[in-house]
């Protein structure tokens, strides 16, 4: 999630986790130029990075 001139944004990014840099790891990833997020945020900005569990279906006959 991004907070730029338009608002709160959220967009589906996939990340990676490379735990060998920093402190506590970075997050990497990656987005075409072309994307309107790349426009929505600098360098340093501060972002949201929102992670969904594992799901599953529970039929209502359980």
Request: net charge negative; hydrophobic share 40%; glycine share 14%.
């Given at each position: 999630?991004?907070?730029?001139?338009n608002?709160?944004?959220?967009?589906?990014?996939?990340?990676?986790?490379?735990?060998?840099q920093?402190?506590?790891?970075?997050?990497?990833?990656?987005?075409?130029?072309?994307?309107l997020?790349?426009?929505?945020?600098?360098?340093?900005?501060?972002?949201?990075?929102?992670?969904?569990?594992?799901?599953?279906?529970?039929?209502?006959?359980?």
């Amino acid at each position: 999630m991004t907070h730029g001139a338009n608002g709160l944004d959220a967009n589906h990014v996939p990340f990676e986790f490379d735990g060998n840099q920093g402190e506590h790891g970075i997050l990497r990833a990656h987005v075409a130029r072309a994307n309107l997020i790349c426009q929505e945020i600098g360098s340093g900005s501060d972002v949201l990075v929102i992670f969904q569990g594992a799901s599953g279906y529970i039929s209502p006959t359980f």
